[in-house]
């Protein structure tokens, strides 16, 4: 194999880098943008060093965000209420996608996994209880990830808040519509059981 330029073998390892992107994943995305316009990988590149530069983390919620505040908590529409706790910023962003939640959010920034040495003091859980501690919520709507690790997060923190007056929920979990019984696995078939609901 012919050996590439120094700056194109740099470009592929650092490309190889990102999740879910492998040697041969790299290599074409690194062909692909010597093959754009200027205009168009140099506009990749602003891209990045603006994210890098700008997007924090939103002092009251974790969300990204390019000020103190994102913009869910500088809307004063939302529904001041509602707390949903999701573990990642793009958890936030499917549920927003979804249209039908308008209320707060709280981004843990991760979940619980004793294996990894993540515990509950590198998260966000602390800053999530002082917010229900200041009052005005009426629910807290748990929306970690249905894994064990999701789960135990999840208990954890209702463990925390059961002493508040505020009422605590958990997404639904079930079958979905267009789904065949015999070929949905046995855990969701237990949930869908758990939580049928009236006719």
Do not use: W
């Amino acid at each position: 194999m012919s050996k590439v330029t120094d700056s194109v073998t740099h470009m592929i390892e650092q490309l190889s880098r990102l999740p879910g992107i492998g040697r041969k994943s790299a290599e074409r995305l690194a062909y692909h943008i010597l093959r754009v316009p200027d205009t168009e990988a140099f506009a990749l590149a602003d891209s990045i060093r603006a994210v890098r530069e700008n997007v924090r983390y939103c002092e009251v919620c974790y969300n990204l965000a390019e000020s103190e505040r994102c913009n869910i908590c500088s809307d004063s529409t939302r529904e001041q209420t509602q707390i949903c706790v999701v573990q990642q910023p793009r958890d936030l962003i499917a549920l927003e996608q979804s249209g039908t939640y308008r209320g707060l959010y709280h981004v843990l920034l991760g979940r619980i996994a004793p294996l990894e040495n993540i515990g509950p003091e590198k998260l966000t859980i602390d800053s999530l209880v002082d917010r229900i501690a200041a009052g005005g919520f009426k629910e807290v709507i748990m929306a970690t990830n249905p894994t064990v690790e999701g789960d135990g997060t999840a208990l954890y923190i209702s463990n925390l808040l059961r002493d508040y007056d505020v009422q605590l929920t958990r997404l639904a979990r079930g079958i979905t519509t267009g789904s065949i019984l015999e070929y949905t696995n046995k855990e969701i078939l237990s949930d869908a059981l758990a939580g049928r609901q009236p006719l």
